[in-house]
DNA sequence: TATACAATCTCTAGTAGCTAGAGGTTCAAG
DNA sequence: CTTGAACCTCTAGCTACTAGAGATTGTATA
């Protein structure tokens, strides 16, 4: 049995982290001494681990909490797991696909003034005043 | 002049986020009618578009008010716009590798298992509660 | 002009996923 | 037995909004 530090330093989930994955159900309550301090085992540990690699991942605490329900059901369908993975893959994939369209757009705005002007003439400003001056549309990242 | 739901209609920025700029302090206070309500001119209009460009392009409201200062002042020089400009598109480009990481990972994951089995048996879950199974390490997002 | 009703106002609280700090208690080494 | 690091709970703060309550205003139509 080892104390939330310890459990911290293995796993390199901060303190508050850990109390707060507690909270929001992710962990069960942990044991605690007599004086009221958590106290985990291995199996404490591999649960944290398990958070932190799929948090890691971009899964969102939501996911993480069905991804666990799933690991505690060994003999329930592994659909609902496998449909998890793969919608934050289509996740990844779109943000990765919105981030290089602004990529494209700042790395042109950027190239068009180099930094030794005034304000006034700055292609940097000009283009995000004008949205004429872009290539295509953009949407928030 | 015109109201604030005009201008959000014209702009594409909901109304609560209009007057959540000006609170922020990067729209300037807005003329009021006798009755208390928000009138804006063409000038506010293309300050709120130069903002929701910026937003598009993943600038946060603080580079943004670094922005405005510098287009109100023309006669500035314009290095800490491009230098706002590129740094944004550092985390842009940083943001997309990281992703890049995680897609590789998570499709790897994904096709190995289909999702017919039992959750014991669910490479996807194995994968996350052993990073051992994953192929390099990953960040934070 | 009266009325209806959509739009506006302010204010508070909630979202995700933590992080920081106050003020107090417990553990463990020496 | 003392000391000080680590722990406890609780509240508040971060970003960039979004949602809702309850009250007021603007405007189109009868």
Do not use: W
Request: proline share 3%; aromatic share 4%; net charge neutral.
């Amino acid at each position: 049995m080892f104390s939330i530090g310890e459990l911290s330093k293995r796993t390199k989930v901060k303190v508050p982290t850990i109390r707060y994955y507690e909270e929001m159900g992710l962990l069960p309550e942990a044991e605690r001494t007599s004086g009221n301090q958590r106290r985990y085992d291995i199996a404490g540990l591999e649960r944290l681990s398990f958070i932190r690699h799929a948090r890691d991942l971009g899964f969102s605490i939501e996911a993480i909490s069905s991804l666990i329900e799933l690991q505690d059901h060994p003999d329930r369908s592994c659909e609902a797991a496998t449909d998890i993975a793969s919608s934050q893959l289509t996740n990844v994939r779109t943000k990765i696909r919105r981030l290089k369209t602004l990529e494209r757009e700042l790395s042109r705005i950027s190239k068009g003034c180099n930094g030794e002007g005034v304000s006034e003439d700055c292609y940097v400003l000009a283009s995000l005043a004008d949205h004429n001056l872009c290539d295509g549309e953009h949407q928030k990242p």
